[in-house]
Nanobody
Framework: DVQLQASGGGLVQAGGSLRLSCAVS????????IAWFRQAPGKAREEVSC????????YYGDSVRGRFTISSGSAKSTVYLQMDSLKPEDTAVYYC???????????????WGRGTLVTVSS
């Protein structure tokens, strides 16, 4: 079975950095994509970033572009989200999820990991 596990969340001051990890296991094929989404208290879950092993692309939501960087470990067993210049509005539970090709349509994602909480203090 495909399993995804997000980790690395914590408390950080505004302007600081954190790196999240998504441990990926169980895929029997190479053609998939891993995305990060986040959900702040009282708000809808929103897209953050996606990396595609299907087309080699990386994609970012408007609110994080230029501050966050998604990358993959050499064995595709871990996907990282480097978060720099953090803002209080980045406070949320961050989830990783898998799909075939990167899309912001959350209904297209087959597997979701448990989230990791990121809190950015002002």
């Amino acid at each position: 079975d495909v399993q995804l596990q997000a980790s690395g969340g914590g408390l950080v001051q505004a302007g600081g950095s954190l790196r999240l990890s998504c441990a990926v296991s169980g895929f029997t094929y190479d053609d998939y994509s891993i995305a990060w989404f986040r959900q702040a208290p009282g708000k809808a879950r929103e897209e953050v970033s996606c990396i595609s092993y299907h087309d080699g692309g990386t994609y970012y939501g408007d609110s994080v572009r230029g501050r966050f960087t998604i990358s993959s470990g050499s064995a595709k067993s871990t996907v990282y989200l480097q978060m720099d210049s953090l803002k209080p509005e980045d406070t949320a539970v961050y989830y990783c999820a898998s799909t075939w090709g990167c899309t912001w349509n959350q209904a297209q994602y087959d597997y979701w990991g448990r989230g990791t909480l990121v809190t950015v203090s002002s």
